[in-house]
């Protein structure tokens, strides 16, 4: 694909992300809007009167050591991809 | 689609371990088989690996105003084959369940089960009957991707309607594909469009690599 098409994708993608803050801007968590849908399906289990019965054995002490450890995910995630496409595109160009 | 730690009965913990453990081991099987056939290969399951790494890390806001993550399964389920992306799915889950309480030990294997096996199988039948059709691989990802995405969170949705069918199966469904599936359609488009990006690069830096792993459509070969 050229670049211009590679660019147009990703600029589409963003915007398919952009779009919900811009429609719902002003909501926020409190009034309901932004929430994970993985803790909306624990709200719906737990409405059936279930009791989970058995908890993490560790959980992030904070929001912030929480964004901690997905950042370092996302990292992990990006330096593998980012160092196998760098050195294929760097073999690319020897041969 | 993580199902939380503890918010599944004992006895589909059980279920969908034992499922889940057959396939991840034949997906090493697999693994050993390719490494020592291909080991060049290893590199691009690294990047599978972390592909799924990096997007199933971004929690996405969507148009119902709710947020959700994609997976990430469909760039390795084409690549590799469904039993390969179970075992890359195991090693994102057991990161996410032990350090980011994300998911769970006890609901480990259902989790594998929906996006370790459900969404790559979804992913891969798409993606290899796409190509044989003559279809551009490019193309192809992108429906295997966006399907492989979508019906990890459809099975989810299937395994807590099966836990927890109240007032009955159907309305639990409903409910739970409500949650879940609705939320993520523009997230799945997005997923697609994420893996046809990396897939264009792929295509151009390693075409023999992905040809003798018989990732291609036949014409492009």
Redesign the interface.
């Known amino acids: ?1 050229k670049t211009s098409t ?1 660019i147009i ?2 600029v ?2 963003i915007i ?2 952009v ?3 811009i ?2 801007s002003g ?1 926020g968590e409190d009034d ?7 803790d ?3 709200e ?2 737990e409405a ?1 009167h ?1 009791e ?9 002490p904070s929001g912030e050591i ?1 964004s901690l ?3 370092l ?2 990292a ?6 980012g160092y ?2 760098g ?3 760097g ?2 160009k020897e041969e | ?7 599944l ?2 006895n589909w913990c059980i279920i969908w371990f034992v499922i889940s453990i057959i396939v991840v081991a034949f997906g090493l099987y697999q693994i050993k088989k390719i490494v020592d056939e291909t080991p060049e290969s290893k ?1 691009l399951l ?2 599978s ?15 119902t ?4 993550h994609p997976c990430g399964n469909g760039l390795g389920a084409a690549l590799f084959g469904p039993a390969v992306t179970a075992v890359l799915a195991t090693i994102v889950l057991i ?8 998911g ?3 609901t480990l294997g259902a989790n594998i089960f929906s996006m370790g096996i459900v969404g790559p199988l979804v992913a891969w039948i798409v993606y290899k009957g796409l190509t044989k059709a003559g279809i551009s691989s ?1 193309i192809a990802i992108f429906f295997a991707a966006f399907l492989g995405d979508l019906l990890t969170y459809v099975a ?1 949705s299937f395994q ?1 309607a099966l836990a ?1 069918p ?1 007032p009955n199966f159907g309305a639990a469904l409903t ?2 594909l409500t ?2 599936a609705v ?2 359609v ?1 997230l799945a ?2 997923e697609g ?2 893996t ?3 897939w ?2 792929l295509k ?3 075409p023999k690599l992905l040809d003798k792993l018989g990732a291609l459509a036949p014409n492009e070969a």
């Open positions: 694909m590679l994708l990703a589409v993608c398919i992300f779009a919900p803050l429609m719902f909501h309901g809007y932004f929430g994970g849908s993985d909306a399906a624990s719906q289990i059936s279930y989970p019965w058995f908890s993490s054995i560790w959980e992030p929480e450890l997905f950042a995910q996302a992990i995630g990006a330096i593998i991809i196998f496409f050195y294929w595109r073999q690319g | 689609m993580h199902i939380m730690e503890g918010y009965p004992l590199a690294a990047v690996g972390a592909f799924m790494f990096v997007l199933s890390s971004l929690k996405l806001p969507s148009v105003g709710s947020c959700s990161f996410q369940a032990l350090l980011l309480a994300h769970g030990l006890t490019t989810t807590l927890f109240a409910a739970f949650i879940f939320t993520q523009p488009i997005g469009i994420l046809v990006i990396i264009d690069r151009a830096y390693k």
